[in-house]
Structure formats: structure tokens, C-alpha cells
């Protein structure tokens, strides 16, 4: 079994900066990826960027150059660092991990718990 648990969500003012962080721990042969995907109230979960095991990043076009994902492979953990943040950008922010448990072709999706990211303006 493999468990996402993620930390930082606070509230913060407009302009003000926040780094969330994720850990991946349990039975883990290897990680695919990472990512992090938020959700807004009355909206659907939506990606806000995602990092492979080769270092490739993808950002939401609503983020691209105020967020930055980064990755510790030695500690199955993933960062978020969130700049210039926006009302909008209120959300609870969740961690995926896409995780092989042991040495098979198939991986799958974890979750974390969500955590809660307010932006006041």
C-alpha cells in the first residue's frame, strides 16, 4: 500500500508566495510521476502541474510561470512553489503519485488527503 500525504496549504494574501509538499511512502518499487490538481468549490479537480521520474514538467497555462514542481526522488517527495499567488488560485490542492508497488509494468494512482490553499485578496 502506498500513502500521499500532503503539507503547507495556509492562507495567505494576494502577491504572497506558499510551498506545499508531498510524500509518498509505503511499498514503492518505483514512481512514474508526480503531480499536483487542485479543486476549487463548485468545480472540477483540474492538474496544476505534474513532474515524470525523468524530470519533465507540465503546468496548467493558469500557472505557468508562478508555480514551479519539483521533485527529491531519494525521498518520493514533491514540491510545489507557488508565487504571485491570485484569488483564484484558492483551492484545495491534491497530490497524485503514479506508483509501481513492485517490479510490474502496471502503476497506479494515489491520492492524498487534499490540503487547503486561501488566497485573500
Known amino acids: 500500500q502506498v500513502e500521499v500525504v500532503e503539507s503547507g496549504g495556509d492562507l495567505v494574501q494576494a502577491g504572497g508566495s506558499l510551498r506545499l509538499s508531498c510524500a509518498a511512502s509505503?511499498?514503492?518499487?518505483?514512481?512514474?510521476?508526480m503531480g499536483w490538481y487542485r479543486q476549487a468549490p463548485g468545480k472540477q479537480r483540474e492538474l496544476v502541474a505534474s513532474i515524470i521520474s525523468g524530470g519533465i514538467t507540465n503546468y496548467a497555462d493558469s500557472v505557468r510561470g508562478r508555480f514551479i514542481i519539483s521533485r527529491d526522488n531519494a525521498k518520493n517527495t514533491v514540491y510545489l512553489e507557488m508565487n504571485s499567488l491570485k484569488p483564484e488560485d484558492t483551492a484545495v490542492y491534491y497530490c497524485?503519485?503514479?506508483?509501481?508497488?513492485?517490479?510490474?509494468?502496471?502503476?497506479?494512482?494515489?491520492w492524498g488527503q487534499g490540503t487547503q490553499v486561501t488566497v485573500s485578496s
Open positions: 509505503g511499498t514503492i518499487f518505483s514512481i512514474d510521476s
Open positions: 497524485n503519485c503514479n506508483a509501481r508497488p513492485n517490479p510490474d509494468p502496471k502503476a497506479f494512482s494515489y
